[in-house]
């Protein structure tokens, strides 16, 4: 995904809330099955991440991104957004 992309999206995250929460636990398959419905349904969604620790975040960010199949938008604090593409209907038409 380029530059342009990633900042055409980011102005839809704003308007967003966090749909799955990362708590204690870490990354599950309960999550990750969340999360795919989630990105299947809304393609552009918003992760919480409850942890502290910063490198904590970015495996657990790096674990998601592996299992989904998404693309990271942009983090902010404990907050990652993701988008994935639903292949048959797309909701939002990227700029080239």
Do not use: W
Request: charge should be positive; hydrophobic fraction near 40%; charged fraction near 25%.
């Amino acid at each position: 995904m380029s530059a342009h992309q990633k900042r055409y999206l980011r102005a839809f995250v704003h308007a967003l809330n966090p749909v799955t929460l990362v708590g204690q636990k870490g990354v599950t398959p309960a999550l990750l099955k969340e999360l795919d419905g989630a990105l299947d349904h809304h393609e552009l969604v918003k992760v919480k991440l409850a942890d502290n620790d910063r490198e904590s975040r970015a495996e657990s960010i790096e674990q998601i991104l592996a299992s989904s199949g998404a693309e990271i938008v942009q983090t902010i604090g404990h907050v990652a957004c993701l988008y994935r593409r639903h292949p048959r209907e797309p909701k939002f038409d990227l700029p080239k």
